[in-house]
T-cell receptor
Framework: DTGVSQDPRHKITKRGQNVTFRCDPI?????LYWYRQTLGQGPEFLTY????????KSRLLSDRFSAERPKGSFSTLEIQRTEQGDSAMYLC?????????????FGPGTRLLVL | QKEVEQDPGPLSVPEGAIVSLNCTYS??????FMWYRQYSRKGPELLMY????GNKEDGRFTAQVDKSSKYISLFIRDSQPSDSATYLC????????????FGAGTRLAVHP
């Protein structure tokens, strides 16, 4: 399978704990995105990488959130001191520069539940 | 007011029906328009991608964009129970970082 993969698929944590999610994009894709989706809503943009550079961060991404893509391949999203409002599906997507670069391919998501 | 509005449904149709899904938007700078299908507890799957105005057809799916009305549509012909999912419209600007703006999604149920 050469699609976008995410790990873990599900995470249950207690309020105040730190969590880290991983995304592996499609291998030839140099752009990587993180989105958050809550129940009954469409995905909302969080942040974007082109290669290893983080080029944009949403205002939704508070100081407790940090994302990295150290070698321009996989990415991690860390949430520190989780809050119940962080419960959501965290989606990763990738695309490549060039024609049809707006076509983003999504992973299966990591569903986070903060108790 | 959200930039992209989409009726959440649910929309229930019999198998074989023609389904019409729609989104309206407020920002005339959007140039790229996409439809994604999302099954329950799964990631969105790209169905259709259109640049600017016009129609695009792919099998049973037809996407239409009317920029003058700020209105996009997805038609599904000969709907099947396997089409039961949430359909998300998404949009982007020309020259942007591809930060997609999504509608809330329309839940579709196709019953046998």
């Amino acid at each position: 399978d050469t699609g976008v993969s995410q790990d873990p698929r599900h995470k249950i944590t207690k309020r105040g704990q730190n969590v880290t999610f991983r995304c592996d994009p499609i291998s030839e894709h140099n752009r990587l995105y993180w989105y958050r989706q809550t129940l009954g809503q469409g995905p909302e943009f969080l942040t974007y990488f082109q290669n290893e550079a983080q080029l944009e961060k949403s205002r939704l991404l508070s100081d407790r959130f940090s994302a990295e893509r150290p070698k321009g391949s996989f990415s991690t999203l860390e949430i520190q001191r989780t809050e119940q409002g962080d419960s959501a599906m965290y989606l990763c997507a990738s695309s490549r520069t060039g024609t049809s670069s707006q076509t983003q391919y999504f992973g299966p998501g990591t569903r986070l539940l903060v108790l | 007011q959200k930039e992209v509005e989409q009726d959440p449904g649910p929309l229930s149709v019999p198998e074989g029906a023609i389904v019409s899904l729609n989104c309206t938007y407020s920002n005339s700078a959007f140039q790229y328009f996409m439809w994604y299908r999302q099954y329950s507890r799964k990631g969105p799957e790209l169905l259709m991608y259109t640049y600017s105005s016009g129609n695009k057809e792919d099998g049973r799916f037809t996407a239409q964009v009317d920029k003058s009305s700020k209105y996009i549509s997805l038609f599904i012909r000969d709907s099947q129970p396997s089409d039961s999912a949430t359909y998300l419209c998404a949009m982007d600007f020309l020259g942007g970082y591809n930060k997609l703006i999504f509608g809330a999604g329309t839940r579709l149920a196709v019953h046998p």
